[in-house]
Each structure stands twice: as structure tokens, then as C-alpha cells.
């Protein structure tokens, strides 16, 4: 897709997350939803520190946006050790890793985003580390070539992974802790949106005086549900909405903020009231119009959009079909009645699909 979907759960790099520093919690006691693993996660800390030992290797799956990186740097703070992040692509040879792990001290979390695109050369590396704390490297090459151990500091390896079916059986096995992560409920996305709105100084009343380099501002519960309904479960998102409609609010509403001026934020940038935007209706009236609402192949759409078939599978259709909008069948995509409705296309009755989340 030639620009980026503002409702893509993709970071948009390392502008928005110097953006979104400022809004992460730095304790575990702030982190809103995922309760079960922030259960999971507590008892872990504490049991550890006690011991006096680092943190268990641990292993966060899930859709992007969620907070896999935010629960990396509030491990670190709860632990008081330091975090030093890379990514799996940037881990191209054993000496990128080896120059990583020997920096470590004791304690330290090191975080490995997109942890299943590590190459299999670097992962027999990253084993005995994790489990031994020492790396074997090669020195001199053909019959000379021997191995050296070096040691390192005690650490914890916190992986992050879109895509947890592709890891090694393993490399899953090493973790300690390993934990999908879900998309958040409204009520969750309210309380993540109502605390950042407090740090973006966006809760101030309009008649309170402000500096004159700021703009008046002031947002009600019903702005922020407006928000978090559009938010499609990621918190990412929401707070990249959230952004948007200050900007708005305060351009061309004379920082003003109530549902109309929310609503009107939102569909300039093409965000309707489900969360869906162009490319998601694109998508699904060429079901419903050029395929009589389905059942039709995957490959066909990408052709008839002019898009690649892979970005659409990942890109779009996850959400799609979390909102019951699409089914996939053995025989091809089809649009569902919500879907229909929601776009005004007439979907024939179709046959009940067999599997919903089958292959094309």
C-alpha cells in the first residue's frame, strides 16, 4: 500500500514511538488490560527479585500495537536494569549478536522485536546464551578453526513476535514465559485514552487560561468512547487517533473538542464509525459489488485492487474478520450480512462456511 493506513497497528517508525514514550506507563501497575499475563508477570518479578536473580527469558506473540515493546522497558524499570532493544532483521550475522550479549550487565533485558525473522545461524548462537550464559565463538577458519567460550552476564531475553508460528520449536522452548497477547476491550481503550489525553493536556476546560503557545482545549467522556470505538483494539492506534483529533481540534475548531469535532477529525482521515477505513471498504465492495458478495479467491481481489495478495491477508483482513465483517471458506473470501449492511451492498445468502479462518 503506497502510504501509510493510519489505522495500520504498524509503527510508523521512529518518530511515533519517540511520540509514544511520553505515554507509556513505566510500571507494571499502570499497564492497562492483559490482565492475566500482568498477573503472570507480577508473581514473576517478585519471585525473582527475591532470589536475586535476572528476569526468566519471556516471549510475547500477537497482532502489532498491543504493548509487546512497552512491557519490555517496564520489565527493565521494575527489575532497575537496562534495556537495550534490536530486532531480528538487524541480527544478520553471530557477531551482531555476540557484540549485544557481551555488552549486558547483570540483570539487563534484552529485547529482540520480530524475534522469528532471526536467522538460523544466529539462533544456535542465541541458545547456550539463554540457557548457559556463554556464547561459543569460532576463531581461524578450516583445520585450524577451534571454538571459544566467553561468558556473559545473566540476562533476560524478552522476544516479540507477530508471527509466533514461525518460530522454531526450539526456540519457543527456551522461554520461561510465553504469552499471546489480546486485543483490548473498550473499556480498556477508554482508560489508556483518558490517561494519555491527561498527559497531551487535552483535559483542561476551554474557559481556563492557557499559555499563548498553547491552544484551549477540553474532552468529554462521550469524545474518548468516540475514540476508542474507532480504535479497532490497539492502543497504538487510539493514541495515534487521539494526536490527530487534538491537531484538528485545535487548527480548525479553535481547540474545541466535542463529538462533532471528533467525528469530523476522524473522517478526514477516512476512519468511519466501525474503525474501518478506504482501504477496508475498497476491499470489501469489491466482494460485494465485482463478486456478488463472494465466494471468491484471495488472488482474484489483490488482482482486481491492483494490491499484493500478501498485504492484504496481513493487513486487512485480521480485523475484517475479528469484526465479522468477512469469512474465509475453502472456496474463497465472502462478504457476511453485517458487512453488507454496514455498506449498504446487497450479499446474497450464501451457504454457512465451513471453516472461518480456513486457508484460500
Known amino acids: 500500500m503506497a502510504k501509510q493506513r493510519i489505522i495500520s497497528a504498524q509503527s510508523?517508525?521512529?518518530?511515533?514511538?519517540l511520540l509514544n514514550l511520553s505515554l507509556r506507563p513505566q510500571r507494571l501497575g499502570g499497564y492497562v488490560g492483559q490482565r492475566q499475563l500482568v498477573q503472570k508477570l507480577t508473581i514473576a518479578l517478585e519471585a525473582v527479585q527475591q532470589r536475586g536473580e535476572p528476569m526468566e527469558h519471556i516471549l510475547l506473540h500477537g497482532p502489532p500495537g498491543l504493548g509487546k515493546t512497552t512491557l519490555a522497558h517496564i520489565i527493565a524499570a521494575e527489575m532497575n536494569t537496562h534495556l537495550v532493544m534490536t530486532s531480528g532483521p538487524a541480527l544478520t550475522r553471530p557477531t551482531d549478536l555476540v557484540g549485544a550479549l557481551t555488552k549486558l550487565q547483570s540483570g539487563d533485558v534484552l529485547f529482540i522485536d520480530e524475534i522469528h525473522r532471526l536467522s538460523p545461524v544466529v539462533e544456535e548462537y542465541i541458545y547456550p546464551a539463554m540457557e548457559d550464559f556463554k556464547i561459543s565463538v569460532i576463531v581461524d577458519s578450516g583445520m585450524h578453526a577451534k571454538p571459544i567460550e566467553i561468558p556473559i552476564k545473566p540476562f533476560c531475553l524478552i522476544g516479540a513476535t507477530t508471527r509466533a508460528g514461525l518460530l522454531s520449536g526450539p526456540m519457543r522452548s527456551r522461554f520461561g514465559i510465553s504469552h499471546h497477547l489480546e486485543f483490548y476491550d473498550a473499556d480498556d481503550l477508554l482508560t489508556i485514552l483518558h490517561r494519555n489525553a491527561s498527559l497531551l493536556n487535552m483535559n483542561r476546560p476551554?474557559?481556563?487560561?492557557?499559555?499563548?503557545?498553547?491552544?484551549?482545549?477540553?474532552?468529554?467522556l462521550d469524545c474518548l468512547q468516540t475514540i476508542a470505538k474507532r480504535s479497532r483494539g490497539t492502543?497504538?492506534?487510539?493514541n495515534r487517533l487521539l494526536r490527530r483529533v487534538r491537531d484538528y481540534a485545535q487548527v480548525r475548531a479553535d481547540g474545541a473538542l466535542n463529538h462533532n469535532v471528533v467525528d469530523r477529525a476522524l473522517r478526514l482521515e477516512g476512519v468511519d464509525e466501525r474503525?474501518?477505513?478506504?482501504?477496508d471498504r475498497k476491499y470489501l465492495k469489491v466482494i460485494g459489488s465485482v463478486y456478488d458478495g463472494g465466494p471468491v479467491g484471495l488472488e482474484a481481489i489483490?488482482?482486481?485492487?491492483?494490491?499484493?495478495?500478501?498485504?492484504?491477508?496481513?493487513m486487512v483482513e485480521p480485523f475484517l474478520l475479528q469484526i465479522g465483517f468477512l469469512a474465509r471458506t475453502r472456496k474463497g473470501r465472502q462478504l457476511t450480512p453485517a458487512a453488507g449492511e454496514h455498506l449498504g451492498v446487497k450479499v446474497p445468502v450464501q451457504?454457512?462456511?465451513?471453516?472461518?479462518?480456513a486457508a484460500p
Open 275 to 279: 474503525g474501518l477505513d478506504e482501504t
Open 351 to 357: 451457504e454457512q462456511p465451513l471453516f472461518q479462518d
Open 12 to 17: 510508523d517508525g521512529a518518530t511515533e514511538e
Open 206 to 220: 476551554v474557559d481556563k487560561p492557557t499559555p499563548p503557545t498553547e491552544a484551549p482545549t477540553s474532552l468529554s
Open 235 to 238: 492502543p497504538r492506534i487510539a
Open 302 to 314: 489483490a488482482a482486481t485492487l491492483n494490491e499484493d495478495a500478501g498485504t492484504l491477508e496481513e
